[in-house]
């Protein structure tokens, strides 16, 4: 089963993580890792390191909380060593597809349910959508 | 014209994205690193990471200068970006074309930094090349985002 390690500014990621398993579950293989104020790049690597290594091996995607972003930086420095790939702009629905469907699949297959959850998962409601 | 020089050990990152390059209108970045300029990945995680409409040269610190100044009278706004003041000084006493001012943004607390700000810590050799700038007649002020109040370094004990 493919492991995920948020990252975000703050505590995003851990709000995330916590709001994903009052929907879906318990989670195993997914942490959170923050970015705290007065750490740089190069820390947060260090903690995303550790993470992994916790892990035990297999498959981990990266989700990061904005694209461009430190956060991002670190996760994709991690890309080019170790190949895990990055899911920059994580929102719920992306980690809810991804907790259900990292069961079923992997790869380059479960990174395409993940880009099209995100195209679907944000929407904007107006009053005359209802009446 | 050089609008910014700004040291900010995050160099590309979302503050500097959503607040700096886009408050200032930033067309181009300098970013004056010797270990990015050296490292392609790094180099090419931040030329990713700016925005599609800005420009971004990643140079080494003995190419800063002549790369500041070849922008320098230019109509674009440029940012110049350094990791540590030592850079910023080091690029004071090589060309006129910067501003006389240094701006300090976030600087990660490191082994042996002392805290400036909330947001900057600085080791004792960057606390010196502040002193330095003070004393050649350059501002050097702390300040993350544009609307920010701005600390001076001169209010600043280190």
């Not at chain 2, 500097?16 to 300029?37: E, K, M, P, S």
């Not at chain 2, 502040?130 to 701005?150: N, S, W, Y």
């Amino acid at each position: 089963m493919t492991g995920g390690i948020v990252i975000s500014h703050g505590d995003y990621s851990r709000g995330m993580v916590q709001a994903l398993e009052m929907i879906a579950g318990k989670q195993e293989k997914l942490a959170a890792v923050a970015l705290n104020e007065g750490e740089g790049l190069a820390e947060l690597t260090e903690k995303i390191r550790e993470e992994i290594a916790g892990m035990g091996g297999g498959d981990v995607i990266l989700f990061t909380d904005m694209f461009g972003a430190t956060p991002c930086n670190a996760a994709s420095l991690i890309c080019a060593e170790l190949g895990c790939p990055v899911a920059a702009g994580v929102n719920l629905p992306v980690l809810l597809t991804f907790a259900l469907g990292r069961e079923e699949f992997e790869g380059e297959a479960l990174l395409e349910q993940l880009a099209q959850a995100s195209k679907e998962g944000f929407r904007i409601l107006r009053e005359k959508d209802f009446i | 014209m050089i609008d910014l020089l700004r040291c900010d050990d995050r160099l590309i990152h979302g503050q500097c994205i959503v607040r700096v390059i886009q408050d200032g209108n930033i067309g181009r970045i300098i970013l004056v690193d010797d270990f990015t300029a050296g490292t392609p990945v790094m180099a090419n995680i931040y030329k990713m990471a700016v925005p599609p409409t800005v420009k971004i040269d990643v140079v080494s610190t003995a190419d800063g200068p002549s790369v500041i100044e070849r922008y320098a009278d230019q109509k674009e706004s440029v940012l110049v970006l350094v990791k540590d003041p030592c850079v910023a000084l080091k690029l004071q006493k090589a060309t006129d074309k910067l501003p006389k001012e240094l701006n300090i943004g976030p600087m990660s607390n490191r082994n042996n930094t002392k805290k400036a700000t909330f947001y900057s810590y600085l080791l004792p050799e960057e606390a010196a090349a502040c002193h330095e700038l003070t004393a050649m007649g350059i501002r050097v002020f702390f300040r993350q985002v544009p609307d920010e109040k701005e600390i001076e370094w001169t209010e600043v004990k280190m």
